[in-house]
């Protein structure tokens, strides 16, 4: 940190009061913030304290009201979101994602209208852009123009954002409808009473916005559709043994695994003009959400950020300080070398949807983190996308493969080949790739995802098949007491001990070894293939619970980091 610059963390003087200095500093701050000429003193800031972190903008008051009561966020002595250029020793992609931008300081267009920020970073350079010396403004906003799956989400979503007139206050169709569709899920509303309401609200509008704004929910949900990030619905097989996923499968009446029906029956008084499945998986596609991060400059400025914190490796405050992390950069280089390839995590667990009622139900979500982007923004509920939700009533077991493959097919092609994707904040054309770096569970969840069941003798993932587990005779259940006594050093004194823990036994053995990827692959590689659904019940591996305890070999082993030759 500079010198002149240690005021920032000096808020308070040796009595608890406010320093001189620190005050002093402030204005030297909103100084420099405001000095781009033609910059309004009252247009919103990125506010720098440690509760903000730079994210939400506010005014001026605000921002001094922040920094008096919260303090400057960590490691920000200079002020790269204010405008502030870095050293010359700094890595380019620094500069390229933690210079200020157009969306730094910019006058308030419409805090309830998230999406018509989107179009305004896209296509209205800011104030300060627009006085800033012509060789800055030259080298910074030439770029490419969006690609043709940008530009017409773009098109679309700067048609809906046109104001309508002034009885409904100027609002636009986009938040209007955002609004309605948020008070109906909110509150529980019907179909019916959505319509109802609707039907109400229009008659306040002129003759001419009755037209635009749509008539009923159906239309609502269609207009939404088209803007947003929709899901897709794909039948499966009641036992959970087969995906009709794919254009083969489309025309199949039941499952050629067990050969169960694929629709519900229906009685021959009933007509119906879509046949029900007896089974669904809600598929959110990931590709769409990923492009999405960088068609909004907010988030695409903050996807290369994992590079910049890796400056300071003594402290541990993201993944991408990893060993994980940096062996995978070391082993494919071509991935690392574009900072704007994104690093995925899946996570999933069970949940009762009724809650502690008596009905028993079982369903799974799975979740894709984001890793690229900063702590405080990555573990947040919007950066956190449900991609797929595995309808109960029973858990889907190591049959959850069948599920995963949708989402499967798509990381594949997002690491092999990836998709042609718009950076408004660089204004660049790039091809985008991403892998998936780990997965999150608990324990029994562990087992569904891993192949590896965690049940048994067995069920350590790490001793394996060298655990020192025992079967109680008694009690008829197995036992892990004294199997971590084998993990101390060996001149360790608990290893001698023979009162404390079994009696009379005393501990000379070394840990278990501990398996490199390449190990466990040649162990996965050997597995045969199983069946998925009722048919697998009775099917085991041989050897199961007395040499291993594989189930399956996990759909994710077909992903090209680990897959298995």
Not at 148 to 171: C, E, K, V, W
Not at 307 to 322: D, G, T
Request: positive net charge.
């Amino acid at each position: 940190m500079t010198d002149d610059r240690r005021w920032m963390y000096r808020r308070r003087g040796p009595r608890g009061d406010y320093d001189d200095e620190f005050f002093n500093g402030l204005q030297q701050f909103f100084d420099f913030v405001y000095s781009p000429p033609g910059v309004h003193p009252n247009a919103e800031i990125r506010c720098p304290c440690s509760k903000c972190g730079n994210l939400p903008h506010h005014n001026r008051a605000l921002v001094t009201d922040h920094l008096l009561r919260y303090g400057f966020m960590d490691a920000y002595s200079v002020w790269w979101a204010h405008g502030e250029t870095l050293s010359n020793n700094v890595d380019p992609w620094f500069a390229a994602s933690d210079v200020a931008s157009s969306s730094n300081i910019e006058e308030h267009v419409n805090a309830e209208d998230d999406f018509h920020h989107m179009v305004y970073d896209a296509f209205c350079p800011s104030e300060y852009d627009r006085h800033r010396n012509e060789t800055e403004f030259a080298s910074e906003n030439v770029g490419d123009a969006p690609n043709r799956h940008a530009q017409s989400f773009y098109d679309l979503l700067r048609a809906s954002t046109i104001p309508l007139g002034p009885a409904s206050n100027y609002q636009t169709l986009l938040g209007w409808l955002s609004y309605m569709l948020h008070t109906k899920a909110k509150n529980n509303i019907s179909g019916v009473g959505y319509n109802e309401i609707i039907h109400g609200c229009k008659k306040l509008l002129s003759p001419e916005d009755q037209q635009k704004v749509s008539s009923n929910f159906y239309e609502a949900k269609k207009f939404m559709k088209n803007l947003g990030l929709g899901y897709v619905k794909i039948d499966a097989c009641v036992n959970n043994c087969f995906l009709y996923y794919g254009d083969e499968a489309k025309s199949l009446t039941a499952c050629p695994v067990c050969g169960e029906p694929r629709y519900k029956r229906c009685n021959s008084a009933q007509t119906r003009k879509k046949n029900r499945p007896r089974n669904s998986l809600w598929y959110l596609p990931i590709i769409p959400r990923l492009q999405r991060l960088y068609m909004s400059r907010k988030t695409a400025e903050h996807m290369t950020w994992h590079l910049k914190c890796r400056v300071n490796s003594e402290i541990l405050i993201h993944p991408a300080q990893s060993t994980a992390w940096k062996h995978f950069d070391a082993v494919h280089p071509s991935f690392a070398v574009d900072p704007r390839n994104v690093c995925l995590g899946l996570a999933t667990d069970g949940f009762n949807p009724w809650g502690h009622s008596s009905r028993s139900y079982s369903c799974w979500p799975i979740f894709i983190v984001v890793y690229n982007l900063p702590p405080e923004m990555c573990m947040r509920p919007e950066f956190t996308f449900l991609t797929l939700v595995i309808s109960g009533p029973k858990s889907p077991g190591k049959n959850i493969d069948v599920f995963l493959r949708p989402l499967i097919d798509d990381l594949q092609r997002l690491w092999s080949s990836g998709v042609e994707t718009f950076d408004s904040f660089r204004k660049q054309n790039f091809t985008m790739r991403a892998m998936l770096m780990w997965t999150i569970t608990d324990f029994p969840g562990y087992g569904m995802v891993s192949g590896w069941s965690t049940h048994g003798r067995l069920s350590c993932p790490y001793c394996m098949e060298m655990t020192r587990a025992f079967y109680l005779q008694n009690g008829r259940k197995i036992s892990f007491f004294d199997c971590h006594r084998q993990f101390l050093p060996a001149s360790h004194s608990y290893r001698m001990d023979t009162t404390q823990f079994l009696k009379g036994r005393c501990e000379f053995g070394p840990p278990p070894p501990r398996l490199d990827g390449h190990s466990v692959r040649l162990r996965v590689a050997a597995l045969p293939d199983v069946l998925f659904g009722n048919p697998s019940v009775n099917q085991t591996i041989f050897g199961f619970g007395e040499t291993h305890n594989w189930v399956k070999r996990s759909i994710f082993w077909e992903l090209h980091t680990g897959r298995i030759t």
